[in-house]
Every structure is written in structure tokens, then in C-alpha cells.
């Protein structure tokens, strides 16, 4: 049985500049309907990959395919079933917010719902969407960063997109805002719209994707889905009031300890939480709470990749 098909494949990606690699014989496959998040440190080549996923850069060599079709040989096939966000917006800081959606729409390729029919409605439910309906005629050069960054979203869904390639797309939002945003794209995705997520947000990563790439000094090192990547170690994580009597029973199985938290080692809680509650409870040891412990994204990504470049 055949899962859904690829939306973006490469085979063998490598992007030269003089002797730096900064793209490493790369293999990335995202699928229809994915929600795809894209992980590594500052300098791991994550926007060289996405610049070249939409033809802005070109490969030194291998291959490349987005919505069935190579790029950048066919990227002016493809372009108008994206929706992208990389690197921060780019704006006329002297024009509003709204005349600048209305320039971007007018200025790109017509696509499935394009045309100058209909352009105030596409602009206008863009900006709905993105939380800055009410807009006024000040300049872009007055917004806010966060402002800056959902006007730049609202450009990205203009054109009702099959996919959407988005480079820190919460970059400047406050915690609301940040939530607005990863519902919107949950949303989108739940009506058909493939999501393709480079971010430093962790947390927002494993509340939001299905799937996780990560690369580290240019080459993918991980690419499962979210479930996979956050599997249970085997140890169970116990919260109770009586830590000293917990303790005391389960001795040298308990490897971490806290005011009101223990971490019990996996040949100990073999049985599964299921078995270990009903140990403690038969000696008197009250529970809050009794969990099986899970790989969080953290660990994975500080396992797995070295410092940034920004680190000296």
C-alpha cells in the first residue's frame, strides 16, 4: 500500500559556495497533507534548501522536485500553487499594508485564483485571516515586527496555495499571536494545504507538525515522523507528595529526583506505569500523577547537532 504522494522530493542536494558546503548530498521527501518541520542550528544550511526549493538558488548539483515538477527547470509551473514566507517580509515601506498585498497579487503569475477579478476579496481575506483585518492606510515602515511578520503571512495565502513554505513564520509575534498562527495552519492543512515549517521554536514544532527534518552542518541527519522521533524511553515519571517514602521503597531504581517528581529507570518500571502505580499504592504512597516518560524534540535536536555558527 502506497502512502499519499510527494510534494517536495530532492535526491543528492549539494550547494556549494567556493569550498564551503553549505547543502550536503541532501534527501528530503515531504508528503501531501504533511505538516513538515524543518530543524537545525544557525548555519546548518536550512534557508539555502528552502531557497532552492523555490528556485531562488541553484543547486551545484542533484536533483529537485516540487508539486511533480523539477525545479528550477519548471519552477514557473509550480510557483503559483506556493505560498512562501522566507527570510522576514520584504514590503514598500512608504505603502500600506493592503496596497502592498494588492501590488503582490497584481504582479504574479495568475495561477487557479488570480486575475484582477476578485483581487480586493483575496486581499481582504488574507488579511482576515492573519489577524489584521481592521489595517489602516499608515505605511509598512511604522509596523511592528510581529505586524511586519503576519503581513508577510497574509502574502503567502493569497493565491489559496497547495503548499506552503514558511521560513520562522512566528518570528516577532507575542504568545498570542504565535497560537493564531499555528491554529491558521492547522487549519489550512486540515483543508488540503501542505505545510512545510522551518522554525527555532521547538515547542512550537511538536505542537504543530507531523513530520520533522533536521539537519546539522548542511547534512539531513533525521528526517521520521513526530511520533517516532518523541518514543517512550522506558522509564515512568511519578508525581506524589510522599518523595521520601517513594524513595525509600524503590531505592536505587529511581534515577532523578525533585520536590515533588521522581524519574524511575526502565528495568524497574518495566511492567508500565499501569503496574508501578499499583506498587506504590499498596505501600501508602499518594500520586498526582503518573506518566510514562517520552523523548521531548530538545533532546533529539541537542543529540544530534553540534553549535551553530552564530556560537564563537
Known sequence: MTGPPLVIETRRLTKKYGPHTAVDDVDLHVAEGDRYGFLGPNGSGKTT??????GLVFATRGEIEVLGHPVPRQVGRVLPDIGALVEGPAAYPHLSGRANLRIQDASGPGGRHGGRQGRRERVDDALERVGLAGIDKRPVRTY???MRQRLGLAGALLHQPRLLVLDEPTNGLDPHGIREVRDLLIEL????TTVFLSSHLLSEVEALCTDVGLVDRGRLVLEEPLDAVRHDTGRVVVHTPDVERAVALLGSAVVARSADRLVVGADAA???????ARQLVA?????????AERRSLEDVVVEMTGPGTDRT
Open 49 to 54: 534548501l528552502v531557497r532552492m526549493l523555490l
Open 189 to 192: 492543512n486540515d483543508a488540503g
Open 144 to 146: 511592528s515586527l510581529g
Open 270 to 276: 518495566r511492567g508500565g506505569p499501569s503496574a508501578l
Open 283 to 291: 505501600h501508602d504512597v499518594r500520586l498526582n500523577a503518573l506518566t
